[in-house]
């Protein structure tokens, strides 16, 4: 402990000299350290890390945190707690110094049936239900690809920046509406009403998100009054409720038509995903070009499976084969000709050399003569073919010699 120099001053301690005088003040006392709390549970919170459990129990004018621990909750069997549960814990009172707060380190815990709000919850709950509020076949299918998205919330809240983030990301092409109101406290249930009709008298959203971020029971308690339930009920356009965190469930997420763990899952609900789209797109595409080719090619095949039809009976295939006849038989008709010819020359030649060794030419080259009467050129072959005064040409090998008859 440090004190200054001048006299009278008061002793000046540090934070954590009192912290931690604080902490053994309370530890000493017997009553504190074996003690029971009977209140209601609120802002109820086990970590699944840990296995621990963080909770406050609370009356209407006062509040203590407390702490259970994992192995104290095995150990004692103790039911699992939910906000507004009415209990009774035991266990004993310290001082967390970093946190610089009074917490009660719970060792056992008896249930003494629901709180307050619980019942309120219950009872609401149970009149809404009669009437078909909750009812799958009201709730209406949300919009594919909406246009415009309206939200209802704070436009102080981290919530709405995230909701924002996560519509920008996913599908910049809508347009978000922001119809501001109180999320919290005794004005946040007419407030968030106003807001939701205001939507749906401006009547350009195609879908409603309404929600808030995390909180205890009584920070989320504007989302179990009827006045908002109603006002969700009777909304024109789909509304998505996006409340707290994943374990809360409040009325308006009973009556909303589509219910979403988180104000960032409303956000993701709300509107397609635009990166699908484009690996969708280009699926497609691909699947497009792959068809094309494989059409173009059976078209291919098609016009060659054509052409050879065509090819086949063409009429250039048979004037070729005309022709390779006509060669053919030109050539077939060329040589027999010619072997005709041919065969007639040599018939003409054996006729020739015949009728040459006939020929009287070859008497008369012997020495012989052929007479003929010059009126008629007979040939005389007897005294007898002529008379008298006759007149005679005598043919000899180097020409004629005319006579006259005499006897």
């Not at 009172?93 to 008896?110: A, C, I, M, N, P």
């Not at 808030?212 to 998505?240: C, D, H, K, M």
Request: negative net charge; charged residues 25%; hydrophobic residues 40%.
């Amino acid at each position: 402990m440090y004190l200054p120099d001048y006299a009278d001053a008061p002793a000046v301690v540090s934070v954590s000299e009192l912290s931690l005088y604080l902490k053994d003040l309370l530890e000493v006392n017997d009553m504190l350290q074996n003690i029971w709390v009977q209140g209601e549970v609120s802002n109820c919170k086990t970590y699944s890390s840990s296995g621990h459990c963080y909770f406050t129990l609370k009356e209407s004018e006062a509040q203590l945190h407390c702490v259970f621990f994992k192995y104290a909750r095995l150990r004692s069997s103790a039911p699992e707690l939910r906000d507004g549960m009415a209990v009774a814990v035991n266990g004993r009172v310290s001082y967390y110094e970093r946190d610089g707060k009074l917490q009660l380190y719970v060792e056992e815990v008896r249930t003494l049936g629901a709180g307050m709000l619980f019942q309120r919850f219950e009872q609401l709950k149970a009149r809404l239900a009669a009437e078909g509020l909750f009812d799958a076949e009201r709730k209406r299918s949300l919009p594919s690809s909406p246009t415009t998205i309206g939200i209802v919330t704070s436009l102080q809240a981290a919530a709405l920046r995230d909701m924002l983030r996560v519509l920008s990301t996913r599908y910049p092409l809508a347009r978000v509406i922001v119809s501001p109101a109180l999320v919290q406290g005794a004005e946040a249930p007419a407030s968030i009403v106003a807001a939701l009709d205001l939507l749906n008298e401006h009547g350009e959203a195609d879908v409603i998100i309404v929600g808030r971020g995390g909180g205890s029971i009584e920070e989320l308690w504007a989302f179990n009054e009827e006045v908002v339930a109603r006002a969700i009920a009777r909304s024109r356009t789909p509304v998505i409720s996006g409340v707290g965190h994943e374990t809360d469930t409040t009325i308006a997420d009973l009556v909303a038509d589509h219910r979403a763990a988180t104000p960032t899952a409303a956000a993701t609900a709300a509107v397609p995903d635009i990166a699908l789209w484009r690996e969708q797109v280009l699926e497609l595409q691909q699947t497009l070009t792959t068809l094309m080719e494989e059409h173009l090619y059976d078209l291919r095949e098609q016009l060659e499976y054509g052409l050879r039809d065509l090819q086949r009976v063409s009429p250039i295939h048979m004037i070729d084969r005309r022709r390779q006849m006509l060669d053919d038989t030109t050539e077939r008709l060329q040589t027999r000709l010619q072997h005709m010819l041919a065969l007639r020359h040599e018939r003409l030649r054996s006729a020739a050399l015949q009728l040459h060794s006939l020929s009287p030419l070859l008497t008369i080259a012997r020495g012989y003569a052929i007479v003929r009467r010059e009126h008629d050129q007979a040939i005389v072959t007897s005294v007898q073919h002529v008379h008298p005064g006759d007149e005679l040409t005598i043919q000899v090998q180097d020409g004629h010699i005319t006579a006259e008859v005499r006897l």
